[in-house]
């Protein structure tokens, strides 16, 4: 059994996608063990996004993240990390597959809405994160 950090980002929770969204995890195969609605404050978003601090589009991505309410979720299931990149899609919308959550709902690549842990070891991490 494996966990995996998704969050749905401030563009999907306004859009009301949270419910077709989380379908799409469920309908894959994965159990949604934990879940909080919250805005993140700069430091949380920050934090979050640390091993981005030097890339051009820092500031804009924290303050996207911070700009309205996020749902942060735990998945779990076998294969929980891959499965849940599989329904999210690539990172850029236009260049994830159909039927992917970001092909569908996603705005930008910065507002791609959702987020998932790209490995075991930032599942874990990234769930202590927000879940302590
Ligand atoms: P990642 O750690 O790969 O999930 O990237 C973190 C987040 O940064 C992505 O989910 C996007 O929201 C954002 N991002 C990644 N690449 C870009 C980019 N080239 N321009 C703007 N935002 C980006």
Redesign the pocket.
């Known amino acids: 059994m494996e966990r995996t950090l998704g969050i749905i980002k401030p563009n999907s929770v306004s859009k009301n996608h949270i419910g077709r969204i989380l379908t799409m995890g469920e309908e894959a195969g994965l159990k949604l063990v934990n879940m909080q609605m919250k805005t993140l404050s700069q430091a949380e978003a920050g934090g979050f ?1 640390a ?2 601090k030097e890339r051009p ?1 820092f500031q ?2 924290v303050k996207f993240m911070t700009s309205g309410p996020v749902l942060l979720v735990v998945w779990e299931g076998n294969g929980a990390v891959e499965k849940w990149r599989q329904v999210m899609g690539a ?1 850029d919308p236009a260049k994830a597959a159909p039927g992917t959550i970001r092909k569908l709902f996603a705005d930008s ?2 507002a ?1 809405s959702v ?1 998932g842990s ?1 490995s075991v070891t930032s599942a874990q991490r990234e769930t202590a994160f927000f879940f302590a």
């Open positions: 996004y091993e981005h589009f804009s991505l990172t690549i910065e791609n987020h790209d």
